[in-house]
């Protein structure tokens, strides 16, 4: 998987490209923690591009909820495919990982 960040704020917008799986869960959690230090609390996950969430992924998807909570903050998903989105619902993670789309994703991206 790869990826860019956007910040305005204390807003990220994470665009990441390719499977989010065991690969890939590291190197995002250490993406999360260097956009905290620079002083993001709200994280706008774009996944429009990600074809495949491992469980791997869910609990990096988690962990980056569980560390911005920790501090007042908030982590929202931007676009996942239909696929992904009932993953999540299934596992009952909508309330901890909201979706978001159209202009309610960009709205918050841009802030």
Do not use: C, W
Not at 1 to 23: C, E, N, P, R
């Amino acid at each position: 998987m790869t990826y860019h960040t956007q910040m305005s704020g204390d807003v990220a917008k994470l665009i990441l490209k390719g499977d989010f799986d065991v690969f890939s869960r590291e190197e995002f959690l250490g993406e999360i923690d260097r956009l905290m230090a620079r002083g993001a609390r709200r994280l706008v996950i774009d996944m429009r591009r990600v074809p495949f969430v491992s469980s791997n992924g869910v609990s990096a998807l988690l962990g980056a909820h569980v560390r911005l909570r920790r501090v007042g903050g908030s982590v929202a998903l931007a676009h996942p495919i239909r696929e992904i989105r009932e993953t999540l619902e299934l596992l009952g993670l909508s309330d901890r990982l909201p979706v978001l789309d159209g202009q309610e994703a960009f709205g918050l991206a841009q802030r």
